[in-house]
């Protein structure tokens, strides 16, 4: 990911500790600048301070989840919206497929290995590079 220019700025918005090391250290030896919230409250106010080329948001957070950050993002920051990766775990219900399927973003189901998430950031970085 590094061939491409400029450093990327990722908003990972996970609240499972193993989950956000795993993304620091994989993206960050990939050359993005990252920083983590642990709900979409904290990342709420993280986005109106600082600028983000990319989120990957957890469907299952608290106190605001995934998709109700997703809807906020589309009214409030609609760029940042069309470069959202969705992820979660364990077992997901008809309408949050649903709403994957709605948003026509990518989802990145865990656990993923570094290798996945190395993937789905690369085509990213592809759309964005368009």
Not at 11 to 27: G, H, K, N, S, T
Not at 62 to 84: F, I
Not at 95 to 106: D, K, L, N, V
Not at 115 to 124: G, N, P, S, V
Request: glycine share 6%; hydrophobic share 40%; charged share 30%.
């Amino acid at each position: 990911m590094k061939n491409f220019s400029g450093v990327k700025r990722i908003l990972i918005v996970e609240d499972e500790p193993a989950i956000c090391d795993l993304c620091q250290r994989v993206l960050t030896s990939e050359g993005f600048k990252v920083d983590i919230a642990i709900n979409g409250k904290v990342a709420q106010d993280m986005i109106e301070e600082q600028q983000y080329d990319f989120c990957l948001i957890d469907f299952r957070l608290p106190e605001m989840n995934g998709r109700e950050l997703y809807q906020w993002l589309k009214e409030k920051h609609p760029q940042l919206a069309s470069r959202v990766i969705l992820t979660s775990g364990g077992v997901i219900s008809g309408s949050t497929t649903a709403f994957i399927e709605q948003t026509g973003r990518p989802f990145l189901p865990k656990p993923f290995t570094p290798d996945e998430l190395r993937a789905i950031m690369r085509e990213a970085l592809r759309e964005v590079e368009k």
